[in-house]
DNA sequence: TGATAAACGAGACGGTACGTCCAGTCTTTCC
DNA sequence: GGAAAGACTGGACGTACCGTCTCGTTTATCA
């Protein structure tokens, strides 16, 4: 054999140009941005990037898919270090002013209403899912399990409905118009940090 | 005076057909349901309705507004008796099974999604999400100061916040595709019953 | 009854606009002669007219239909006059110095065009033929018959066959790219009245 | 020199395969009497013959193109003996009943839509004109002139004139959607045969 | 025998136009 | 004189092909 196994056979024909998929994800970005997901048309992203409509459309079936895409494309979280043995309400205050930077100003609207809108059981659907909110919560789950290795907190079976509690209200408010800030997100931390102290007792009596 | 002035003078021209207006609600409901705020246009409700588009339009400005004053319309919370004195857990996982009622199916995926596609600041918007949002939240506190007032709990000044983690969830589940069911809102109510509970003692540690 | 029973109800609504109607035609036909019917798109005529494309779908279901119809809205022949008995050959003549002004330029080629593209079974096709064909070939027709009726000639039942002679030289110089000019068809009048007045013995010996 | 100047030089490379070109020309061929001028895609011939697009346009520039060659590469006539000594009417008849053959079905009709829609002053569409027009009328100058030269008729100088009277009506029938049959071009030629006949006196007389 | 060169299939590219849907607006008739 | 109905302009949709291009592969000639 001339060459190893592992050697993917490439496929024939022209190969996608990835310069032009990034300059439409770039084009999609901002206009998802200035103009809203209502506003974001396949026929302007193509103009914008300087790219033939077929060429999107290649890619992804619809408006919505390519918000998904472009979303993705710009949406990550900073991992927590796992190394550092910090309290669990700095971690998760320092972690939720991350997922404030993350969804405040426009994106996170734009995010909310991207999901909103998209069809539930498509794949790209469970990616983009997967990305952001699984994204946000994996970090979340980490540092609410590091406490309890550390005896800080006992959470029973309870981990993802406190990281519902956790993520949910900034949502809700991104959902709601309301403003969210660090301030609020401390609050919140503070709540859930005194359910998880405080009811180490409750969980106790239970 | 040619007319007796407490008779209301009748406005100049032919009467609205409020049939008409009912049809139309109807009709942007019942496509609201069954296909999603993507598919609603005004042209297929007009046509549902036996009504021609510039009816429509005189009553709301374009199909999220219609789509709004459809899901308004249907969309109510049944109140909490006050007179009952029954235990803050019992109240809430009774409330909570209401708000599931009206959110479950494809209703509440078209509140959520109306309500992130919607133009934030417009009239509507803010009498939807009054409507909605605050018809749930307003009963919910009721039942969290009555408890107060008997002596159950101390919530101090985190009621909204409170009320923010007993409804966010059940929006962040809509959004991300989960299920919701009473069994999840009971879990959260308990959850949240413990940490005003547990949290006399950690309110008063503070 | 208020009103006679002729008066055919209006249909409610917006009527068409006219002016619309005659602007596109205007425009296809401007387009057609200088780009011709390759080039002729909706997207083009629409942007020319200064109308919207559905509205030229609602008259057309394609480009060539509106091809076929400007032209038609364009092409008519003189009529001859059945009063003066002028001799065969020279109204015969006239009749093609007439048809020749109709066809040459770039018209005469997107008539054939069109018509060689066109679908040949269709309503507007067969209208279409109906007016270009059988308009010039009734005034043929009717001073052959003329100059059977004084005597000049004896047609038999060749009179459409005659009339292929007449008009098919045309259409095939058109098709061929060959010119076609007055002193053509004075020498193709001369040898069908050759082949008339000549065979008035050729049909009497048959 | 290094090599004989009788050895045209062999270019490089791999030389083009002749079974495409075959593939393409009868796979547009088929597709020309399938679907029309009009629905000859490239793309399809492509896909039909098996064939990349790229080598398609190797040969010819556009499909108007490929449409004459698969054209021309179907279309030829049979010559006239001119050792048999046949009279005018039923040599021309005979003649006429192969010509019908060519044009009958729909091959006739996309030859006419080929034609017409053509560049006018390309060299393939010369080409095309010369195989199809010229290729039919080199025959029948050829029985013309036999006749001539056996006495049987005097053509004069109109002998052009009198193919176009031959050929024209053929072209004009496709061109107008009615039927072409021996019927019709033996009627045709009966004509022709008693103008030329007839008017050798009609000649005289002048 | 290997380098070089052209033609091959495949298919992505930037484009143009298609024919359709729907948004909102405008103009007429109806009540 | 406003409500109702429908035609209007206009913008975007998603699709079909255009003619061009870049690949990796195949088939020949030349060194």
New binding site residues.
Partial sequence: MSQGSEHR?????????????K??LDAAYRMLMERGLG?????????E???????????W????ELAMAALISRTSFRDSDPDEAVPLDTALKAHMADVVAVFSTARGRQIVSTMASADTESELSKAFRGQIIEGSRAIGREILIAAENRGEIHLGDSVEQVLDFLYAPVFYRLLTGKPIDRDYTDRTVELIDRLLSGCSCGSAMK
Same sequence: chains 1, 2, 3, 4.
């Fill in positions: 056979k490439r496929k024939p024909g022209r190969p996608r140009d990835e310069s032009a998929r300059a439409i506003r974001l048309t396949v026929e302007a992203v193509a103009g990037a300087g790219v033939g409509k077929p060429t999107i459309y290649r890619y079936a619809n408006a919505q």
